[in-house]
């Protein structure tokens, strides 16, 4: 099948802006609050509080800074257990690393992609002391919260929810990002809401985000000087990029509703092959920030990964991720392996991981890709990206 390349690429999830963001960016200008304390952080703040119905909301320089803060106000000290969903970004898990924690990996259950509650009960049978415990909602799809967090109350542990990728998504009627003791939520250029950069830390408890913003701000005592009587960091998020994310934050239903438009429009245009769509819990109302397939078994041609590599034979009626991925590039759209598992990764090879039977997260990695899920993307370029991974399988 010959296509030609789209002349401007097709990407697979970029910050699509309004207007409003540039006028709060403008106010902050105007005003002179070109630091980290202004207008714009408190209204960001307080409209991801109202949205989660959680009273405290730091927002952050990153989602992996909010993530460290969480994980110290977990109180993870050297050496202590940490469990953590195995399939995620690396950015979920490094901060226990830089606690220097010790990390033992779950696997990921079918139906959500998410933490597998059954592997994290049999972890808690050869690690009870653990005491905190780090789950994600992947590509913007809920985990087996209810579960997850049911489990971590059995066993005193301490729920940190990793939203960074879900914000506005629900399960039981109850919003992401919320299960947790400690929550985050991203607000990078790709995520659903972006401020360029940035990050919130979402907790019910104030005292623990007036010690967040304290720490995030240098950890300056009250005093007349600069007195300081814990380690400080420089993690605030500033008020000229907390200014998009306030124009952002109007937008964020739309958001959700065109990755939803996408995720169907894939779901209808890629039936009759033998892939899947990424999966959902019934009783979930996802936020699809990431379309992915997953091929089934027996479709899959000859492949082959190193840590550094790929290589694949093309069979009839079977393909992989990486030539969907090749052929994709060769018009110009933009793709991503699902994330490569953390018990996976060169840097945490030596960790536990905590499975059933087989290894799922593994699996997922192996057979699953992530399509171009950008809401700037046309309904006609989408049909040219399907019919191309449609061809894939000829
Ligand atoms: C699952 C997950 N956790 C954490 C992060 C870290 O967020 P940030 O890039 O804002 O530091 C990201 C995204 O980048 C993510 O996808």
Not at 255 to 276: A, M, N, S, T
Request: proline share 4%; hydrophobic share 35%; charged share 30%.
């Amino acid at each position: 099948m010959k296509v030609k390349p789209f002349e401007k690429r097709v990407l697979l999830s970029s910050a699509t802006m309004h207007g409003d963001e540039q006028k709060y960016v403008k106010e902050a200008f105007d005003t002179n609050w070109v630091t980290t304390v202004g207008e714009n952080i408190n209204q960001l703040e307080n409209g991801i509080r109202d949205l989660l119905g959680m009273q405290g909301t730091v927002a952050m320089a990153s989602g992996t800074s909010a993530g460290h803060f969480a994980v110290k106000l977990a109180d993870v000290k050297q050496d202590d257990i940490v469990f953590a969903q195995s399939l995620t970004f690396d950015a979920t898990v490094n901060p226990v690393t830089y606690e220097k924690g010790k990390l033992i990996f779950i696997d990921s259950e079918r139906d959500s992609w998410n933490m597998d509650p059954k592997a994290l009960e049999k972890a808690f049978e050869k690690y009870p002391e653990c005491k905190t415990v780090i789950t994600v909602n992947l590509y913007g799809v809920p985990s087996k919260l209810d579960e997850i967090k049911t489990i971590c109350d059995k066993h005193n542990a301490v729920l940190i929810e990793d939203a960074a990728e879900s914000l506005g998504a629900s399960i039981n009627g109850k919003m992401t990002g919320t299960f947790g003791k400690y929550n985050i939520v991203s607000f990078n250029g790709n995520k659903i809401i972006t401020t360029s950069g940035g990050g919130m830390l979402v907790t019910d408890n104030l005292e623990d985000a007036k010690r967040a913003r304290k720490w995030a701000t240098q950890a300056r005592d009250n005093a007349p000087w600069y007195q300081h009587s814990e380690l400080g960091y420089n993690y605030r998020m500033s008020n000229i990029v907390a200014g998009i994310g306030r124009g952002q934050l109007l937008h964020l239903q739309e958001h959700i509703d065109k990755k939803k438009h996408i995720y169907q429009r894939y779901k209808e245009g890629l039936k009759g092959l033998p892939v899947k769509m990424n999966p959902y819990l019934e009783n979930s109302e996802p936020i699809f920030w990431l379309s992915c397939l997953i091929i089934d078994k027996d479709a899959m041609c000859k492949h082959n990964r190193t840590d550094y590599e790929y290589s694949y034979v093309h069979e009839t009626g079977k393909t992989c991720p990486d030539e969907i991925r090749d052929k994709l590039e060769e018009i110009n759209v933009e793709t991503r392996p699902i994330w490569k598992p953390m018990h996976l990764q060169p840097l945490y090879k030596d960790n536990d991981f905590i499975k059933l039977d087989e290894d799922v997260a593994a699996d997922i990695f192996d057979r699953g890709i992530c399509l171009p899920s950008d809401i700037k993307m046309t309904d006609e370029e989408q049909d040219i990206v399907i019919e191309v991974i449609r061809s894939c399988f000829e």
